[in-house]
């Protein structure tokens, strides 16, 4: 899955950068309604700067829709740009909106209406557990197929403005798409609660 993943993104810096952000679409499982969103960020504060803390700003925007993931990727720092196209695309998704933690992206896309918190099933909104410690591995066990940890976006981003390297680039929309595949799980849960 990673492999051709990289390929994909590749594919689009075959003739250099192709702009301040690109696109692409993945086939997935058939998801029953509404949608999944998961956002990757600089960091964890979206409100505006002060003299103490900095603003952080979205960097990949991944939404799971009917037999879709859809994925934006920021390549060059056009953030306010980026995150009103990322607010106009969610505004439209259908609900419910499934996000684990859901908190977390309401605050950075300012849309407040139609979440469903993930964190909520099993009683995790008190002790909220990481994702991966709630769900299974969608890349299987191969050492090839290893996502980063989402503390890792910001160096990886930092890794792609400063050295253009693409493996850092990568990374991001990658963990982004694995988190999708990991919600997936929670919400099929969710929706067949015997299932488990």
Not at 15 to 38: H, N, R, V
């Amino acid at each position: 899955m990673k492999l051709e993943f990289i390929k994909e993104v590749r594919s689009y810096f075959r003739f250099g950068t192709p702009g301040w952000m690109f696109s692409m679409c993945q086939k997935a499982e058939t998801l029953p309604q509404g949608c999944i969103i998961d956002i990757e960020t600089t960091g964890l504060n979206p409100d505006k700067g002060d003299y103490y803390h900095h603003q952080d700003h979205i960097l990949t925007l991944g939404i799971y829709r009917n037999d879709r993931i859809f994925l934006y990727q920021l390549v060059k720092p056009h953030y306010d740009r980026f995150r009103e196209l990322c607010q106009k695309i969610v505004s439209r998704t259908p609900t419910p909106r499934y996000a684990y933690c859901a908190h977390f992206e309401q605050s950075f896309l300012g849309v407040k209406e139609g979440w469903f918190d993930l964190a909520v099933y099993g009683n995790f909104r008190r002790h909220p557990y990481p994702l991966i410690d709630v769900t299974k591995n969608p890349c299987g066990d191969d050492k090839e197929e290893r996502d980063i940890e989402g503390s890792a976006v910001p160096i990886c981003w930092s890794g792609w403005l400063h050295a253009k390297s693409l493996k850092h680039l990568t990374e991001i929309p990658f963990h982004c798409l694995v988190d999708l595949l990991r919600e997936a799980q929670l919400v099929q849960r969710h929706k067949n609660p015997e299932g488990n």
